[in-house]
C-alpha cells in the first residue's frame, strides 16, 4: 500500500458538498473542516462567495461546478459561470463536458467548450478540472475525451460528477492517466467513501480525490 501522512493525503482531497439541497449551515460545516487543509471544498456556485469569505484566511481554495451536473448549457452559459464564479472568489473550476456532443461525434465543439473555459480561468490563474463522466462512455470515447481535454491544457481530466449511474473506478483512472501523461492531473471522484478506496485510486494514477467524505478518509488513516 502507498505511503502517504495525513498531510500529504488532505492536500489531495476536494471536499466535497454538491448536494442539490445543501444548506448553508452544511457549506459552513464544510468550511470548518479548513483545520484538515484540504486541497480545496468544492460547492455549488450559489455559495461561492460564502466559502470564499469563510476560508479567506485559509490556506484551503475554493471550486465550483461549471455545467454540472449534465454538461448540456452552451459555450456560452458555462463562459459566463466560471466568470461569475471567479468573480465571487473561486480558485477552481470543475466543468463537465458537453457529453452529447462527445457521443455525437462533435469533437471539435466539445473541445471549444473546454478550450472556452480553460482560457477564462488562466487570466485568473484559476485550475480547470474537466469532468467526462466516464460512467456514461465507451472505452473509445473516453481517449477521445482525455485527449480534448489535454489539448485545450485544462489541468485535470476527472472521472465524475457524482450524479452518474457510477462513479470513479480503478480501471478508468488507469486509462486515464496513461492517456494525459505526467503533466496533466486525474481527479477521481464519485463513490470514494473511505481511506483505502481514495489510496486504491491514487496507487492507479489519481493526483486529487473528489469526496464528501473527506474528513472520514483522513481520519481512517490514523487508524492503519
Known sequence: MT?????????????TQLKPIATKEDVVKLCEAKTHHFASVCVNPHYVSLASN???????????????????????????????ALRNGAHELDMVINLSALKSGDH????????????????????TKVIIETCYLTSEEKVIACTLVKD?????????TGFGPSGATEEDVELMR???????????????SNFDKAIKMIEVGATRIGASRGVTIIESLDEQ
Not at 449534465?70 to 458555462?78: F, I, R, V, Y
Not at 485545450?152 to 465524475?160: G, I, L, Q, R
Open 3 to 15: 505511503k502517504i501522512t495525513r498531510e500529504q493525503l488532505a492536500r489531495m482531497i476536494d471536499h
Open 54 to 84: 469563510l476560508l479567506k484566511e485559509s490556506d484551503v481554495k475554493v471550486c465550483t461546478v461549471i455545467g454540472f451536473p449534465l454538461g448540456a448549457t452552451t459555450t456560452e452559459t458555462k463562459a459566463f459561470e466560471a466568470t461569475e
Open 108 to 127: 471539435d465543439s466539445v473541445f471549444q467548450d473546454i478550450s472556452r473555459v480553460v482560457c477564462i480561468a488562466k487570466k485568473h490563474n484559476a485550475i
Open 152 to 160: 485545450a491544457k485544462a489541468d485535470f481530466v476527472k472521472t465524475s
Open 178 to 192: 496513461r492517456i494525459v501523461g505526467p503533466n496533466v492531473g486525474v481527479k477521481a471522484a464519485g463513490s470514494i
